[in-house]
């Protein structure tokens, strides 16, 4: 095989810098990437990847760098510039930002889903304590939108032109989002109090917010289950699995009050030959 040169050289280079992030971060969403089509697969890695940074950038690395508060919102705010023009423009400096952005242009992510992405992790350098308003907008900036980015690749990748997914798609995509969101807020509660200095469900003021954030995780649940077999085939079967994966973590957050809760191999891989064979998701009627 030829090697490739110029433009393209560069934007190999950029894809592959964008999995190498799934690769240092995270092994569950690395396998779960594998289980998706060639077709989505080397997208959803990049919006992991942006994901991953801004996130990182708030969540210690750049205080740990000697970074203040200030500082690390210049840097948070310059990566969204970058991205923004990068998606613009078909280029970036920035190599996960030039991922993102070939990710962008072929699929039709844009400002409206980029901007709240970035609001909300502004967010977590000047909120401590959410109440339910800053809450709801801190998931859908930090959550929803990113389903809705892996939602525009579902539909999109490969497509000549763009067309708008279908508005159970789109519910179901956030929905899914959301619970995603608020299981993670559950298992990590110690850890952000406690290293972070937040509140995300607002623990302090309403002692019932466990018991609601868990009727909200099984209501979400319910509503993204109904549109994942709308789904193209490629990219149904590993967004099943995680469906069911989180419903998992959400009975064992009902069944333990404490500690950061798991899913152990074994129960893993009965989720994902279920999924595999069925091509669906688990129906439950929850507990909400």
Excluded at 197 to 216: N, T
Aim: charged residues 25%.
């Amino acid at each position: 095989m030829n090697r490739p040169e110029g433009l393209a050289l560069y934007n190999r280079t950029a894809r592959q810098a964008a999995a190498a992030v799934i690769d240092g971060y995270s092994t569950s969403f690395g396998f779960a990437c594998r289980l998706l089509g060639p077709r989505v697969r080397q997208h959803v890695r990049v919006i992991y990847a942006l994901v991953r940074v801004a996130d990182e950038i708030v969540d210690g690395p750049a205080a740990e760098s000697g970074l203040d508060r200030d500082r690390t919102r210049c840097v948070l705010d310059g990566l969204e510039s970058q991205t923004l023009l990068a998606i613009e423009e078909g280029f970036s400096a920035n190599l996960i930002a030039h991922a993102f952005a070939l990710t962008a242009r072929e699929c039709a992510i844009d400002a409206e889903l980029v901007r709240p992405f970035f609001a909300s992790m502004r967010a977590d350098l000047d909120v401590e304590e959410h109440d339910d308003r800053s809450r709801d907008e801190y998931v859908y900036g930090s959550a929803e939108v990113v389903g809705l980015m892996c939602l525009q690749v579902f539909v999109n990748a490969g497509r000549p032109r763009p067309v708008p997914p279908d508005p159970v798609l789109r519910e179901g995509a956030q929905r899914l989002g959301a619970a995603f969101q608020e299981i993670n807020f559950l298992r990590d509660a110690d850890h952000d109090r406690d290293r972070l200095g937040r509140d995300y469900l607002g623990f302090a003021k309403a002692p019932c917010a466990r018991d609601s954030a868990l009727r909200r995780i099984d209501q979400d649940l319910r509503t993204a289950c109904e549109s994942i077999t709308m789904l193209p085939r490629d990219c149904r079967v590993a967004v099943a699995i995680a469906h069911d994966l989180f419903q998992a973590l959400a009975l064992r957050l009902r069944a333990e009050t404490s500690g950061r809760v798991r899913v152990n191999n074994f129960r893993k891989a009965a989720i994902a030959i279920r999924a595999a064979l069925t091509q669906a998701p688990k129906r439950t009627h929850g507990n909400g």
